[in-house]
């Protein structure tokens, strides 16, 4: 299987840096990584990693302006694509079809061909025109899967937090890399 992973300029760079963590050791997972240069920058302001250790954990990175790699057309195969973070700016951009970076332009060629895209957009709060291009992004196909914490699994470190929602994202891929405390139901005490 061959996935797409997209990083753009939001807070929450460690999203993407832990699924190419964690795809690192699912076997028959080809990674393709493309970062924007905001998310670079992100790496180095939100994380002790560089980008460089980052662009090692993909198995092929791309330019973010290389228009013309092998993701930015529907002959190559892929599962589809996550964008983690995903910027407003470049959800705006998907939803919009302005295809003027290769994150925009794979997320494009994945809902043309209907592909599963997944966003994880990290921006609180939403106003209007935030939930509209959200509705809009959904509308073509994308499925949007905020990074928002799930307290069922009594998470005791952000680590806790950052690993089930990678892996509920993967889950949407049927990847069970075996991070995610799946819900066994309440047991009620009268």
């Known amino acids: 299987m061959q996935l797409i992973i997209g990083m753009s300029g939001a807070?929450?760079?460690i999203y993407g840096i832990r699924m190419l963590e964690v795809l690192k050791d699912v076997p028959d997972v080809e990674t393709h990584l493309v970062m924007s240069e905001s998310a670079k920058l992100n790496i180095g302001i939100e994380?002790?990693?560089?980008?460089?250790?980052v662009k090692a954990l993909a198995d092929h990175v791309?330019?973010?302006k290389d228009i013309g790699a092998n993701i930015a057309s529907g002959s190559f195969k892929t599962a589809g694509m996550i964008v983690a973070p995903c910027a407003i700016k470049t959800l705006s951009a998907i939803a919009n079809s302005y295809a003027d970076s290769l994150i925009v332009r794979a997320a494009d060629v994945v809902l043309k061909e209907q592909r599963r895209l997944v966003l994880m957009p990290r921006e609180t709060p939403l106003h209007a025109g935030h939930c509209e291009l959200l509705l809009k992004a959904c509308q073509i196909g994308a499925i949007i899967a905020p990074p928002m914490p799930a307290m069922y699994i009594k998470p005791q470190t952000i680590d806790d937090l950052i690993n089930h929602q990678v892996g509920r994202v993967l889950d949407l891929f049927d990847l069970d890399p075996g991070i995610v405390k799946r819900w066994q139901g309440s047991r009620h005490i009268d």
């Open 11 to 13: 807070s929450g760079v």
């Open 47 to 53: 994380t002790t990693w560089a980008a460089t250790d």
């Open 62 to 64: 791309h330019s973010n």
